[in-house]
Protein backbone atom coordinates (compact mmCIF):
# COMPACT_ATOMS: atom_id res chain seq x y z
CA UNK A 1 0.00 0.00 0.00
CA UNK A 2 0.81 3.12 -0.67
CA UNK A 3 1.72 5.96 2.05
CA UNK A 4 3.24 9.12 2.73
CA UNK A 5 5.38 10.69 5.53
CA UNK A 6 5.67 14.65 6.02
CA UNK A 7 8.48 15.34 8.95
CA UNK A 8 7.21 18.24 10.86
CA UNK A 9 3.25 19.88 11.26
CA UNK A 10 5.39 23.01 11.84
CA UNK A 11 7.54 24.84 9.85
CA UNK A 12 8.89 28.42 10.25
CA UNK A 13 11.60 30.52 8.70
CA UNK A 14 12.27 33.74 8.42
CA UNK A 15 11.08 35.94 5.29
CA UNK A 16 14.32 35.24 3.31
CA UNK A 17 15.67 31.89 4.35
CA UNK A 18 15.42 28.95 2.72
CA UNK A 19 12.37 27.41 3.01
CA UNK A 20 12.75 22.71 3.42
CA UNK A 21 9.94 20.50 3.75
CA UNK A 22 10.26 17.02 3.64
CA UNK A 23 8.19 14.10 2.42
CA UNK A 24 9.16 10.43 1.87
CA UNK A 25 6.59 8.20 0.25
CA UNK A 26 6.23 4.26 0.27
CA UNK A 27 5.43 2.49 -3.00
CA UNK A 28 5.82 -1.17 -4.51
CA UNK A 29 5.45 0.74 -8.01
CA UNK A 30 7.02 3.57 -9.69
CA UNK A 31 5.50 6.59 -7.92
CA UNK A 32 3.61 9.77 -8.64
CA UNK A 33 4.35 12.31 -6.47
CA UNK A 34 2.72 15.84 -5.73
CA UNK A 35 2.80 18.81 -3.22
CA UNK A 36 -0.55 21.04 -2.95
CA UNK A 37 -0.87 23.91 -1.28
CA UNK A 38 -3.55 25.20 1.13
CA UNK A 39 -3.94 28.81 1.81
CA UNK A 40 -6.35 29.66 4.45
CA UNK A 41 -10.36 28.99 3.76
CA UNK A 42 -9.26 27.99 -0.21
CA UNK A 43 -9.02 24.51 -1.45
CA UNK A 44 -5.98 22.82 -2.54
CA UNK A 45 -3.62 23.90 -5.22
CA UNK A 46 -1.08 21.94 -7.38
CA UNK A 47 2.69 23.06 -6.75
CA UNK A 48 4.51 20.56 -8.69
CA UNK A 49 4.73 17.19 -9.40
CA UNK A 50 6.36 13.94 -10.90
CA UNK A 51 5.68 11.23 -13.14
CA UNK A 52 8.66 9.41 -14.02
CA UNK A 53 10.11 12.54 -15.97
CA UNK A 54 13.07 14.52 -14.93
CA UNK A 55 13.93 14.14 -11.24
CA UNK A 56 14.09 17.59 -10.43
CA UNK A 57 11.06 19.12 -10.74
CA UNK A 58 9.96 22.79 -10.92
CA UNK A 59 6.77 24.41 -9.73
CA UNK A 60 4.89 27.93 -9.29
CA UNK A 61 6.07 30.28 -7.08
CA UNK A 62 9.68 29.27 -7.03
CA UNK A 63 9.28 25.81 -5.19
CA UNK A 64 11.05 22.67 -6.58
CA UNK A 65 11.17 19.68 -5.59
CA UNK A 66 13.86 16.36 -6.13
CA UNK A 67 12.65 12.63 -6.58
CA UNK A 68 15.09 10.52 -5.10
CA UNK A 69 14.35 6.87 -5.65
CA UNK A 70 17.19 6.09 -3.34
CA UNK A 71 15.86 8.03 0.08
CA UNK A 72 12.18 7.34 -1.22
CA UNK A 73 11.57 11.41 -0.96
CA UNK A 74 10.34 14.06 -2.58
CA UNK A 75 11.19 17.06 -0.23
CA UNK A 76 10.20 20.52 -1.41
CA UNK A 77 12.54 23.56 -1.17
CA UNK A 78 12.53 27.29 -1.61
CA UNK A 79 15.61 29.13 -1.79
CA UNK A 80 13.79 32.71 -0.43
CA UNK A 81 10.45 32.38 1.46
CA UNK A 82 8.27 35.15 0.88
CA UNK A 83 5.47 35.80 3.28
CA UNK A 84 2.88 35.26 0.51
CA UNK A 85 4.41 31.24 1.17
CA UNK A 86 2.56 31.08 4.68
CA UNK A 87 0.25 28.39 3.97
CA UNK A 88 -0.44 24.50 4.40
CA UNK A 89 1.63 22.18 2.83
CA UNK A 90 0.34 18.79 1.48
CA UNK A 91 2.76 15.65 -0.30
CA UNK A 92 0.80 13.20 -1.79
CA UNK A 93 1.51 9.80 -3.93
CA UNK A 94 -0.01 7.93 -6.65
CA UNK A 95 1.00 5.60 -9.59
CA UNK A 96 -0.39 4.05 -12.51
CA UNK A 97 -2.67 1.70 -11.44
CA UNK A 98 -4.84 4.33 -9.86
CA UNK A 99 -5.64 8.06 -10.27
CA UNK A 100 -6.68 8.49 -5.86
CA UNK A 101 -3.82 10.97 -4.37
CA UNK A 102 -2.81 9.15 -1.14
CA UNK A 103 -1.97 12.72 0.90
CA UNK A 104 0.70 13.39 3.82
CA UNK A 105 -0.74 15.23 6.92
CA UNK A 106 0.66 18.27 5.98
CA UNK A 107 2.98 20.45 6.96
CA UNK A 108 2.26 24.36 7.96
CA UNK A 109 5.02 26.86 6.78
CA UNK A 110 5.20 30.33 8.54
CA UNK A 111 7.17 33.01 7.40
CA UNK A 112 8.36 35.95 9.99
CA UNK A 113 9.44 38.73 8.72
CA UNK B 1 -8.34 30.53 -14.99
CA UNK B 2 -11.68 27.42 -15.05
CA UNK B 3 -12.03 26.42 -11.72
CA UNK B 4 -13.55 23.60 -9.59
CA UNK B 5 -16.77 25.11 -7.30
CA UNK B 6 -18.18 23.77 -4.46
CA UNK B 7 -21.78 24.37 -2.63
CA UNK B 8 -22.96 25.43 0.22
CA UNK B 9 -19.32 26.85 1.83
CA UNK B 10 -20.42 25.55 5.00
CA UNK B 11 -23.42 23.48 5.65
CA UNK B 12 -24.47 22.49 9.50
CA UNK B 13 -26.89 19.76 9.90
CA UNK B 14 -28.06 17.23 12.54
CA UNK B 15 -26.84 14.30 13.60
CA UNK B 16 -29.41 11.50 11.40
CA UNK B 17 -30.24 14.00 8.69
CA UNK B 18 -29.30 13.89 5.01
CA UNK B 19 -26.97 16.30 3.54
CA UNK B 20 -25.41 16.94 -0.32
CA UNK B 21 -23.24 18.31 -0.86
CA UNK B 22 -22.30 19.78 -4.33
CA UNK B 23 -19.91 20.44 -6.56
CA UNK B 24 -19.31 21.80 -10.45
CA UNK B 25 -16.08 20.40 -11.96
CA UNK B 26 -14.07 21.80 -14.36
CA UNK B 27 -16.24 21.94 -17.77
CA UNK B 28 -13.89 19.72 -19.93
CA UNK B 29 -13.00 17.44 -17.28
CA UNK B 30 -14.06 13.06 -17.24
CA UNK B 31 -12.83 11.91 -13.72
CA UNK B 32 -14.38 13.56 -10.44
CA UNK B 33 -13.33 12.35 -6.71
CA UNK B 34 -14.20 13.60 -3.28
CA UNK B 35 -11.96 13.62 -0.69
CA UNK B 36 -12.42 14.57 3.21
CA UNK B 37 -10.70 16.24 5.64
CA UNK B 38 -11.63 15.80 9.45
CA UNK B 39 -10.42 18.74 11.11
CA UNK B 40 -6.29 18.23 12.12
CA UNK B 41 -6.43 15.01 9.78
CA UNK B 42 -5.15 14.20 6.91
CA UNK B 43 -7.00 14.54 3.68
CA UNK B 44 -8.65 11.23 2.40
CA UNK B 45 -9.47 9.74 -0.73
CA UNK B 46 -13.17 8.76 -1.07
CA UNK B 47 -14.46 8.10 -4.38
CA UNK B 48 -13.62 8.26 -7.69
CA UNK B 49 -16.08 8.68 -10.64
CA UNK B 50 -16.00 8.63 -14.50
CA UNK B 51 -18.10 7.83 -17.15
CA UNK B 52 -20.95 8.12 -14.58
CA UNK B 53 -19.87 4.57 -12.20
CA UNK B 54 -17.78 4.32 -9.35
CA UNK B 55 -14.37 3.82 -10.27
CA UNK B 56 -12.85 3.32 -6.66
CA UNK B 57 -13.94 4.12 -3.22
CA UNK B 58 -12.44 3.73 -0.53
CA UNK B 59 -13.57 2.51 2.89
CA UNK B 60 -14.52 4.86 4.24
CA UNK B 61 -17.39 5.07 1.15
CA UNK B 62 -19.78 2.89 2.76
CA UNK B 63 -23.36 2.48 2.32
CA UNK B 64 -24.68 6.07 3.61
CA UNK B 65 -22.62 7.55 0.91
CA UNK B 66 -23.41 8.34 -2.84
CA UNK B 67 -22.15 9.98 -5.48
CA UNK B 68 -24.04 11.32 -8.57
CA UNK B 69 -23.87 13.59 -11.84
CA UNK B 70 -27.20 14.47 -12.36
CA UNK B 71 -26.51 16.73 -15.33
CA UNK B 72 -23.43 17.66 -17.51
CA UNK B 73 -22.43 20.12 -15.15
CA UNK B 74 -22.88 19.17 -11.33
CA UNK B 75 -21.46 16.22 -9.08
CA UNK B 76 -23.21 15.54 -5.92
CA UNK B 77 -22.11 13.31 -2.83
CA UNK B 78 -25.05 12.36 -0.58
CA UNK B 79 -25.10 11.47 2.63
CA UNK B 80 -27.91 9.55 3.84
CA UNK B 81 -27.87 9.61 7.71
CA UNK B 82 -25.33 11.56 8.93
CA UNK B 83 -22.87 10.73 12.53
CA UNK B 84 -20.97 13.07 14.39
CA UNK B 85 -18.05 11.81 12.76
CA UNK B 86 -18.84 12.72 9.23
CA UNK B 87 -18.02 16.32 10.52
CA UNK B 88 -15.36 17.55 8.16
CA UNK B 89 -13.91 19.42 5.34
CA UNK B 90 -15.25 18.08 2.13
CA UNK B 91 -13.21 18.97 -1.10
CA UNK B 92 -14.18 17.91 -4.86
CA UNK B 93 -11.50 17.39 -7.48
CA UNK B 94 -12.20 16.96 -10.96
CA UNK B 95 -9.02 15.94 -14.04
CA UNK B 96 -9.46 15.57 -17.75
CA UNK B 97 -7.68 12.14 -17.91
CA UNK B 98 -5.80 9.59 -15.66
CA UNK B 99 -3.59 9.00 -13.94
CA UNK B 100 -0.19 11.86 -13.95
CA UNK B 101 -2.48 15.12 -15.13
CA UNK B 102 -3.61 17.31 -12.32
CA UNK B 103 -6.70 16.81 -10.24
CA UNK B 104 -8.22 20.49 -9.52
CA UNK B 105 -9.53 20.85 -6.16
CA UNK B 106 -12.82 22.99 -5.09
CA UNK B 107 -12.40 25.12 -2.14
CA UNK B 108 -14.41 22.84 0.05
CA UNK B 109 -17.63 22.33 1.80
CA UNK B 110 -17.12 21.91 5.98
CA UNK B 111 -19.98 19.65 7.16
CA UNK B 112 -20.57 20.24 10.70
CA UNK B 113 -22.87 17.33 11.89
CA UNK B 114 -24.36 18.30 16.03
Known amino acids: AQSVTQLGSHVSVSEGALVLLRCNYS??????LFWYVQYPNQGLQLLLK??????LVKGINGFEAEFKKSETSFHLTKPSAHMSDAAEYFC???????????FGTGTRLQVFP | EPEVTQTPSHQVTQMGQEVILRCVPI?????FYWYRQILGQKVEFLVS????????KSEIFDDQFSVERPDGSNFTLKIRSTKLEDSAMYFC????????????FGPGTRLTVL
Open chain 1, 92 to 102: AVSDYNTDKLI
Open chain 1, 27 to 32: SSVPPY
Open chain 1, 50 to 55: YTSAAT
Open chain 2, 27 to 31: SNHLY
Open chain 2, 49 to 56: FYNNEISE
Open chain 2, 93 to 104: ASMIRQPTDTQY
